[in-house]
């Protein structure tokens, strides 16, 4: 099992969706205990975002990451429109 690291602007983010949005807090946190089991078979990104996993919440969200080493690193989570303009 990996290790999980947040970041701190995703930290911030995922306590506010706690407070509006309970049942989304509830999947996006469900999803990041599913990618710690198995983190490599989400897909990967290509070009600059290489080295970078995503996968979608709740159709039109995305929760990027990546692994280093033993650890799952959680970058972002936003609208799929606006992740990768980032």
Same mark, same amino acid.
């Given at each position: 099992? +990996?290790? &999980?690291? *947040?970041?701190?602007?995703?930290?911030?983010?995922?306590?506010?969706?706690?407070?509006?949005?309970?049942?989304?807090?509830? &999947?996006?946190?469900?999803?990041?205990?599913?990618? @710690?089991?198995?983190?490599?078979? +989400?897909?990967?990104?290509?070009?600059?975002?290489?080295? *970078?996993?995503? @996968?979608? &919440?709740?159709?039109? /969200? @995305?929760?990027?990451?990546?692994?280093?080493?033993?650890? @799952?690193? /959680?970058?972002?989570?936003?609208?799929?429109?606006?992740?990768?303009?980032?």
């Amino acid at each position: 099992m +990996y290790k &999980i690291l *947040i970041e701190e602007k995703l930290q911030e983010m995922l306590k506010k969706l706690y407070k509006k949005d309970k049942k989304r807090y509830d &999947i996006c946190m469900r999803k990041i205990e599913e990618i @710690v089991n198995n983190p490599e078979q +989400y897909k990967p990104l290509r070009h600059d975002m290489k080295n *970078i996993r995503r @996968v979608h &919440i709740a159709k039109s /969200f @995305v929760l990027i990451f990546k692994v280093e080493n033993d650890t @799952v690193k /959680f970058l972002d989570l936003d609208h799929h429109d606006k992740i990768y303009k980032k």
